[in-house]
């Protein structure tokens, strides 16, 4: 039975679906696992569980269900969570509920200022004189009307306070609407629109849900003294550092194609887009950061870049590259015909696109090219000259063979000894501030570790659930020793086939640890596994009995320990009896440990 919106949305949506709508999942069984992206995991241990619509990283211990995942990759609260996933299922949120007034926060008040302000644009570019005109100057462009509706292309009338008025009859407060980054306040304390006479475009994240804006005034219209573009600035929703425009529509075709293109403004990722490439998105102005690349990395490896490149060094744009190269992302550059655009190339149809597309260089031969184009290879000072821009590049390549192979290359296009080009290398000062690559983060770094008692409850429970015939081994002495929870998880095991019991007969604090321990066994992973090489590891019932036996030892030895206490505490009372007793009593401890 339905109870609620939650229960409604968990019933709605598949944690395969959302999980793979923000990393890369292979199938392992009747599971799925993926590269955790909550810590630096070398190999896939992030597990997720249709059956049990769970997910589990078995290297930092991150887990639980939809609402957990997407609250920890989005950084987002429960509110904000529920309402992307409730949009997602198209769960309607209706009047809220006591239980979910507590979750509206600041933020999700943003949002529903920035996707009305996103449908107020859309309405002018429909119906107003001047919306016309911009929609025939977008055609002009190479713009379909279809584009126009997939990108929420808009407009912002040419009007002092046109949005601030729609948002007010709404009755969201003048403050708000700035902190959306909407409005201005001058020195005066008048406030007025952000956004006047502009084509809009609505930015947005992963979600697809609206953060922030960006107005480009017409070709036709712009003055010397207006901007080419104005953007919302960073707001509680809106970083340009940790956004890629476009990249919500063209996350899964960047999967499925496994490359995405980067291109530098919004006309260029619309129209590339239309020209059949969907895998697109656009850096809008900024170096790449790491942010940026995290959220790429989620969908492939490989990255085309069709944007203005320089190997002058130092650039914003090749500090981008070379911590994309750091992060261990392939890349290749789309090179443009002298004086065009993507937009431009898209423009002329899905052909020439795909045509150039196809045609990609790697960076470092896109790098060797234009050195070697802007210079004189034949005199000394042209060969120190592409010496000098080429080497920190090679320098950069993290795997020495790709070093070694570029050196060489670079030692017979020169003519010069591969010695003294390493030599010259070697004096070449890393750039260390662009190049590191964000550390693994603080919750799962700061996570407290298991103990051992615990991680050998979680084999044997592990080892009881996939193997029945493990359970007896675990006799009532044995089951003393484990904590209170695995023992309710045990007994239920040894009273009925593992493999029957429901986590529904479980509290929800129980229900969740015995979720993971059976999404464990079924991943066959293995807590313990640094312990044993793979050829030696023990047979399951023999495996059980080792685990029971350490954490009987480990028990015996707590129940020592607090026995000495105990005998330090009557000897200093004088209990002379009861010092003999508990004497005693840690003499056969001590033999049963023996």
Known sequence: MINSPIDEIRSKLDIVDVIGGY???????????????????KKPSLFVSPARQIWKCFGCGEGGGIFDFVMKIEGMDFGDALRVLAQRAGVELKKPTPEMMKYQTEKTRLYEICELAA?????QLKESKAGKEVKEYLAERGVSDDSIEKWR????????????????KKRYKTWEIEKAGLEIKNQKGNVYDRFRGRIIFPISDLNSQVIGFGGRVREDRKTEDSAKYVN???????DKSRVLYGLDKGKVEARRKDFCILVEGYMDAIMVSQAGFENVAAVS??????????????????LYTAFDMDVAGGSATQRGIDLAQAKGFNIKVIMMPEGKDPADMAKEGMEEWEKIVKEARSITEFYFQSAFLKND??????????????????????????????????????????????????????????????????????????????LLEERVLSLAYKFSSCLSAVSEEALSYFSPKCVQILSQFK?????????SSFSPEVRDFFNAICLAAEASYNPLQEDFEAEDAPEPEEEVNVCLNEIKRMGVKEKLSSISEEIREAEMKGETEKTEKLTADFRDLSQNLK
């Open 377 to 454: 290879s034949s005199t000394a000072e042209g060969k120190m000259a592409i010496s000098k821009m080429l080497l920190p590049i090679i320098k950069n390549i993290p795997n020495k063979i790709g070093q070694s192979h570029w050196i060489g290359e670079l030692s017979s296009r020169l003519r010069v000894k591969e010695e003294d080009l390493r030599e010259e290398m070697n004096k070449v000062k890393e750039e260390k501030t662009f190049l590191k690559v964000s550390p693994e983060s603080a919750s799962a770094a700061e996570k407290r570790k298991k103990t051992k008692k615990e």
């Open 119 to 123: 449908q107020f644009f859309q309405k």
């Open 232 to 238: 919302t600035p960073n707001t509680l929703l809106y």
């Open 495 to 503: 009273s009925a086939s593992p493999q029957s019991v429901s986590a």
């Open 153 to 168: 292309i808009g407009y912002a009338p040419d009007t002092w306070q046109g949005l601030a008025d729609f948002l007010s």
């Open 285 to 302: 102005g900024t170096a790449l950061t790491n942010f940026q690349l995290d959220h790429l990395k989620r969908f492939s490896d490989n």
């Open 23 to 41: 990393l890369k999942l292979q199938k392992a069984g009747a599971n799925y696992r993926a590269v955790c992206p909550f810590h630096v995991d």
